[in-house]
């Protein structure tokens, strides 16, 4: 059976929107606590996928310097063809790990960790209070 509002006494109507409030409130709070452990998770993600990154982009540093090594030691005798291989491969590895390191840090932008759904749920409870009053 609905309880006509117009039949309640005014306690009855701020205990009412007393309770609705707080229940308001505390929907608020677990929508906010729900969509920041997503950001937070996603930001956990972006920041292992720039660990790797890093790593790989490193290993790839390293393929460079020994080829570099290997060409600077072959200056002495007359055949280049042994470094052309560490030299190619380790441009390879550091262009993947710079596109890796690019794409998590990327993910890591402000707006990404804010959180959109609560902002906006609280900017539709705010409108509905103001149209009520």
Request: no cysteine.
């Amino acid at each position: 059976m609905a309880i006509d509002k117009s039949d309640q006494s005014l306690p009855s109507l701020l205990s009412d929107l007393t309770r609705d409030t707080v229940e308001l409130v505390r929907q608020e709070i677990a929508l906010v606590r729900a969509e920041m452990s997503t950001k937070i998770s996603n930001a956990q993600i972006a920041l292992t996928s720039v660990a790797v990154g890093a790593a790989v982009l490193m290993a790839g540093l390293f393929i460079i310097l020994l080829a570099v090594v290997n060409a600077v030691e072959m200056l002495l005798p007359p055949e280049v063809a042994p470094w052309l291989a560490p030299l190619i491969v380790g441009i390879a590895v550091a262009i993947i790990g710079y596109m890796m390191l690019k794409g998590g840090a990327s993910k890591l932008t402000a707006d990404n960790l804010m959180p959109h759904k609560t902002i906006d749920s609280l900017q539709r409870d705010k409108n509905a209070v103001q149209e009520k009053m």
